[in-house]
């Protein structure tokens, strides 16, 4: 890989992490338009409980299976700022090595006899 290739490739890293880290806790707390949809229908109290109505966030349930990353935070971590931001730059990494094993694993590579036909070019601006 070229070495302006590293570069771009490593100011987007930064980039996509400092967005996750940082930005990401201004983020709004409202809920987004699936959640919103779910809730139509519904009252709630100051402290966002349903008081009443007919609406399907009712039958909402704890996360079966949970995990270290549920709810935009990481489990333990009782900073909301520190979990939240935490939580995107572990899912930047994450997803920056999966996508980058995906690409490794298909490059496209020379095979040595193909190499080994391929004929030297000359310098630029000499003849052979």
């Known amino acids: ?5 590293w570069g771009f490739l490593v100011g987007g890293l930064l980039v996509a992490l400092l967005l996750a880290g940082v930005v990401s806790n201004f983020a709004s707390s409202h809920p987004d338009g699936l959640d919103s949809s779910l809730r139509e229908g519904c009252t709630f109290d100051a402290e966002d409980n349903i008081t009443g109505g007919n609406c399907p966030a009712q039958q909402e349930k704890e996360h079966e299976i949970g995990g270290p990353l549920a ?13 939240t931001g935490l939580s995107g730059v572990l899912g930047v990494l994450l997803t ?20 080994a036909e391929a004929p030297e070019r000359a310098p630029a601006g000499r003849a052979s």
């Open 1 to 5: 890989m070229k070495k302006r290739s």
């Open 96 to 115: 920056f090595a999966v996508a980058g094993g995906a690409f490794w694993l298909v490059r496209r590579r020379g095979t040595p006899a193909a190499e």
């Open 71 to 83: 709810d935009y935070g990481i489990a333990g971590v009782d900073n909301d700022f520190l979990s």
